[in-house]
């Protein structure tokens, strides 16, 4: 009897990594490792605890920060380590972000500092306040020399201010055109403004008594969004120098932020604790409603990449929101931080910047776990697999507890149960209201639909 057997040196086909050992193919039949799942849920339980182990999302403050509360942060777009801040106390500073270190500081306004903006590639920021003044100032360090007293700074013009627009009321807020020389204003009124002229150049304004925020869209260059103090978020049009439509919700808007990837998709934070995303094609309801925050949220941003933003609220807390789901996946603070007025993504989307009532200038990580060092292409594998791992055992519940579980202070605790359990006793009383009335006579609505009181177009 013959028997043939089948000889195969792996030297010619599998390159030899030294002379000590050489690679085998792996046979990938399900068959052949029965214990193939058991030992990949082990190890994504065991990535989980690792992820929540070095999660140290804060990197620290930027500088000494301020005297006053933080108000305003205006990040420059042509690169990923300068940004701005602006306080109550009318200073504005100029970061840099790689040092941690203040690069310039204007005696701005007399006042707060209500709006600041960069303007897109060029070295000059945007700066209005309640001395209903704006100023156009340069930031090229060609341009002083840093042995400027404060008031030089705000008097002279060739210690980096550059151009002064006198307005007749205070500003609420302002924001730069993407490509053109153009700048908007909210306030009394809502003002679009050419760089070069003195005077604004037409008034937007649609029933509003006050305009706190405005907005640029910086895909469509050409939108503008605003909220004002009547509970109204208006759309405009620069092209016609006209409004578009309105949507009117319960409680007041605070901020404004457009999804950067989705040019008609933009998110507003409310006074109502919550955060919404809004198509603004269709404003007769939310696409999503961002919830968890115990008070008003103060400020809302995207990341570069849109699938992500970012909320400050008055409870002291930062949280992050993926767009498309509705509770928060991270939550920061810290003891000392106060009511946070302002949150920025960086450039790169790998950080968050927060301004706060007790004069800070944070720096966190926008993934807690993550490090900025160089990894080698091993280590790149290593996360990445453990990230693959994660993701198909996210929905067991031993490692959805652990990636889920935070420490949020006592106080944030308390009011988010005292919160559960009113919105669940008003959904209880409504659906037992539903159930003993007239079928169709209390119609079923939406959490995305219910904040909303009404929408108009302009003919």
């Known amino acids: 009897m013959k028997i043939k057997t089948v000889s195969r040196s792996s030297d010619t086909y599998v390159p030899v990594r030294n002379t000590q050992e050489s690679s085998l193919p792996r046979n990938l039949n399900p068959a052949l490792h029965p214990f193939e799942r058991a030992r990949e849920y082990t190890k994504a339980l065991t990535a989980t605890k690792m992820e929540r182990m070095f999660a140290q999302p804060f990197v620290g403050q930027l500088g000494d920060g301020h005297r006053d509360g933080v108000y305003s942060i205006a990040r420059n777009f042509s690169t990923t380590n300068q940004v701005a801040t602006g306080s109550a106390d009318g200073i504005i500073k100029y970061w840099d972000m790689t040092s941690r270190k203040e690069a310039i500081s204007f005696k701005a306004h007399y006042g707060l500092v209500s709006g600041l903006c960069v303007t897109p590639n060029t070295s000059h920021m945007l700066s209005c306040g309640d001395d209903k003044t704006i100023k156009l100032w340069s930031v090229n360090t060609d341009d002083f020399d840093g042995s400027q007293t404060d008031q030089e700074l705000y008097s002279k013009k060739g210690s980096g201010l550059t151009k ?102 933009f998110a507003s934070g409310c006074e109502d604790h919550n955060a919404y995303l809004w198509d603004m094609r269709r404003l007769d309801r939310s696409l999503n409603v ?114 889920r579980h935070r420490h949020v202070p006592i106080v944030v605790k308390k009011a988010g149960e005292i919160k559960r359990v009113e919105t669940d006793a008003l959904k209880k009383r409504q659906d037992n209201a539903r159930k003993h009335s007239k079928p169709g006579s209390k119609p079923f609505q939406s959490e995305r639909e219910k904040h909303i009181r009404g929408t108009a177009i302009k003919e």
């Open 164 to 265: 002064t627009f006198l307005g007749e009321h205070s500003f609420k807020g302002i924001d730069h055109h993407n490509d053109e020389g153009l700048f908007v204003t909210g306030g009394a009124s809502i003002q679009l403004w050419d760089m070069n002229r003195s005077k604004h150049i037409s008034n937007l304004s649609w029933g509003a008594d006050n305009i706190s925020t405005v907005k640029f869209n910086r895909t469509e260059t050409n939108i503008i969004a605003s909220a004002g103090s009547d509970n109204s978020i208006v759309l405009y049009d620069v092209r016609t120098n006209s409004p578009i439509q309105k949507v009117v919700t319960s409680l007041r808007t605070n901020a404004i932020a457009w999804n950067p990837m989705e040019a008609f998709n």
């Open 290 to 403: 961002y919830k968890d925050h115990v008070a008003a949220v103060m400020d809302v941003d995207f990341s570069p990449t849109g699938e992500e933003l970012v909320t400050g609220s008055y409870d002291k807390t930062i949280r992050i929101y993926r767009a498309r789901e509705g509770h928060s996946r991270d939550i920061y603070h810290t003891k000392r931080m106060q009511h946070v007025f302002c949150v920025k993504f960086t450039t790169d989307s790998r950080y968050i910047l927060s301004g706060s009532d007790d004069s800070n200038v944070r720096l966190w990580r926008s993934n807690a776990s993550d490090r900025a060092s160089i990894k080698s292409s091993r280590q790149r594998a290593k996360l990445e697999y453990d990230a693959a791992l994660k993701e198909r055992f996210k929905h067991m519940p031993e490692i959805r507890r652990i990636s």
